[in-house]
Each structure stands twice: as structure tokens, then as C-alpha cells.
């Protein structure tokens, strides 16, 4: 990997008892929400770091807790308290803050940027998709046109700054209507 990532280990997929060394097994996540957080505690629960390098991948650096958006875009809460961060929730879980791109499943490997523009090949022995969805608002007639996304921390955000502009306005509008 580059970016100051360590290196890409190329694993066989059974090791190789010839060999004295045993490498371990590397399970890859797709995920950060609260499926892959509890499978990735699990698996780091019953398997030790030497059998099993697990590696989870996010966009974001912290799981979010979906019940608790209404309460950050309305400004009850702080939104550190809606989310958690990964690295401290998982002690013993390599944590990505990066983009799957591209799964090619005939090679086990995964493909994501480096940040640096870059795409880095990355290898597994196990894959875990626990992604997700995308919010489609396309689904209901003028929801893309007059609807904001509502799923991740920054669209709270974003509707609560929307929802303090629009009082704003009304405050400062000699307008009736």
C-alpha cells in the first residue's frame, strides 16, 4: 500500500505446511454500521491476532448511531455523541477510512484509492459486505428536488444549518408570505 500504509502481504489461501511460517488469515470487512462493528468484535474475540489480520473498511472514521440523527440535526444533541469512533470501538481491527472500489472475486482481492490518487490491490482470504445501502430518493415523484438525504452525520448537519438559514430568513423578510 502507499500513502504510509503498510505493505500488501500476499497470503496464500491454505498456508503452505511446508513452510515453518504461518501467515494469517486476512478477513476484509466492507462496513462501519453495526453489523460489521459486532462481527468484527466477535471474530477479534475468538480468533487471535497471529491466525486472523482483520482489516474493516469505511468511508468514515466512526459508526454512526441512526436513531440519534433526529436529535443532532435539531440541536439536542452534540453529534459526538450520535457517533463512535471505530479504532476505539475495535482494539485489534485494522481500520480503513477508505472506499471500496472494486471487489474481483476470482482474484480475492479488493481495490480501493490510496488517497493519493492511486488505486491499491488488496488481497483477502475472507470477504464480509456489510455496507449497507445508498439512499435513493429518486423512488417518490420531487423527492431528489425538494427532499435532503438523511443517513449519515453530515446530512444532520446539514439540515440542521438549513433548518437555522431558513429561520433566518424568516426573521429578516418584511414579506408576509
Known amino acids: 500500500m502507499r500513502g504510509g500504509s503498510a505493505p500488501s502481504q500476499q497470503f496464500p489461501l491454505r498456508p503452505d505446511h511446508r ?10 470487512i466492507v462496513g462501519g454500521g453495526f453489523a460489521a462493528v459486532q ?12 491466525d486472523c489480520e482483520i482489516l474493516l473498511f469505511n468511508r468514515e472514521n466512526h459508526m454512526v448511531f441512526h436513531p440519534l440523527l433526529a436529535d443532532v440535526a435539531g ?3 452534540n453529534a459526538d455523541a450520535a457517533a463512535a469512533p471505530l479504532r476505539q ?9 477508505k472506499r471500496v472500489e472494486r471487489i474481483d472475486l476470482s482474484a480475492s482481492e479488493i481495490e480501493f484509492d490510496d488517497g493519493n490518487g492511486a488505486v491499491t490491490r488488496l488481497h483477502y ?3 464480509v459486505l456489510a455496507c449497507g445501502a445508498e439512499s435513493n430518493l429518486g423512488i417518490i415523484p420531487g423527492m431528489t428536488e425538494h427532499a435532503l438525504a438523511f443517513k449519515v452525520m453530515r446530512d444532520a448537519i446539514d439540515l440542521r444549518q438549513h433548518v437555522v438559514r ?7 423578510t418584511t414579506d408576509p408570505e
Open 125 to 127: 482470504h475472507h470477504l
Open 89 to 97: 470501538m475495535l482494539p485489534g481491527v485494522g481500520c480503513r477510512t
Open 39 to 50: 462481527f468484527a468484535k466477535t471474530l477479534r474475540r475468538k480468533l487471535r491476532p497471529s
Open 19 to 28: 513452510s515453518e511460517e504461518v501467515n494469517p488469515i486476512r478477513v476484509v
Open 166 to 172: 431558513q429561520m433566518e430568513q424568516a426573521e429578516a
Open 75 to 77: 440541536a439536542s444533541i
